[in-house]
């Protein structure tokens, strides 16, 4: 089992920043792929952004590539995503997961999630 929680979600003005984190436990982190998923009201949770387990390859969905990054801290058993230039449309709820194999982008793939941290843009 891995458990995974995200921290730094919050309220922001649209073109400002944020930094997520999540902290895994449980297993050993380096084994991991890790990614951001992200879901609004009444929408299917959509990926976001995958780190490769050895950090050497990074994924990003069309709409926040130039302006999300995601790395990772194996000494810290942490994943970040570094969110700049936000707009109304990155509001959701963002999840971490974790996958022992190459990253995928669908959500079912994935097998281990944490609860979430909401991200709000304001126009």
């Known amino acids: 089992q891995v458990q995974l929680v995200e921290s730094g979600g919050g309220l922001v003005q649209a073109g400002g920043s944020l930094r997520l984190s999540c902290a895994a436990s449980?297993?050993?982190?380096?084994?991991?792929?890790m990614g951001w998923f992200r879901q609004a009201p009444g929408l299917e949770r959509e990926f976001v952004a995958a780190?490769?387990?050895?950090?050497?390859?990074?994924y990003y969905t069309d709409s926040v590539k130039g302006r999300f990054t995601i790395s990772r801290d194996d000494a810290k058993n942490t994943v970040y995503l570094q969110m700049n230039s936000l707009r109304p449309e990155d509001t959701a709820v963002y999840y971490c997961?974790?996958?022992?194999?190459?990253?995928?982008?669908?959500?079912?793939?994935?097998?281990?999630w944490g609860q979430g941290t909401q991200v709000t843009v304001s126009s």
């Open positions: 997961a974790a996958r022992p194999q190459i990253y995928s982008r669908m959500p079912e793939n994935w097998a281990y």
């Open positions: 780190i490769s387990r050895n950090g050497g390859s990074l």
């Open positions: 449980g297993r050993t982190f380096s084994n991991y792929a």
